[in-house]
C-alpha cells in the first residue's frame, strides 16, 4: 500500500508535517504517480513541503550534492 493513502499520510488529520524530496529525473514520481504531492494537498500543516533537485535522479545526495 502506498504512503499516499487516506489510510496514511494523505490522511488530513496525520499529525506532523511531512515533507519529500525527489530528483527532477527521479523514477519513484512515475511509480507513485505524484501521490507525494497529493499528501502535501491533503495534509493540514503550512509546512509541508515538496521539493525536487534539479539534475539528479533517485540518488539526489550523489547526483546533485
Known amino acids: 500500500m502506498p504512503l499516499g493513502t487516506p489510510e496514511k499520510l494523505m490522511n488530513s488529520n496525520f499529525p506532523i ?3 519529500f524530496v525527489y530528483g527532477s ?3 519513484t514520481r512515475i511509480v507513485d504517480r505524484d501521490y507525494a504531492k497529493e ?6 500543516h503550512v509546512d509541508s513541503q515538496f521539493f525536487v533537485v534539479p539534475d539528479s535522479d533517485h ?3 550523489m547526483d546533485n550534492p
Do not use: E, L, T
Not at 499528501?39 to 493540514?44: E, F, G, L, Q
Open 17 to 19: 508535517a511531512v515533507s
Open 39 to 44: 499528501c502535501i494537498v491533503a495534509n493540514k
Open 25 to 27: 529525473d527521479d523514477w
Open 59 to 61: 540518488n539526489m545526495h
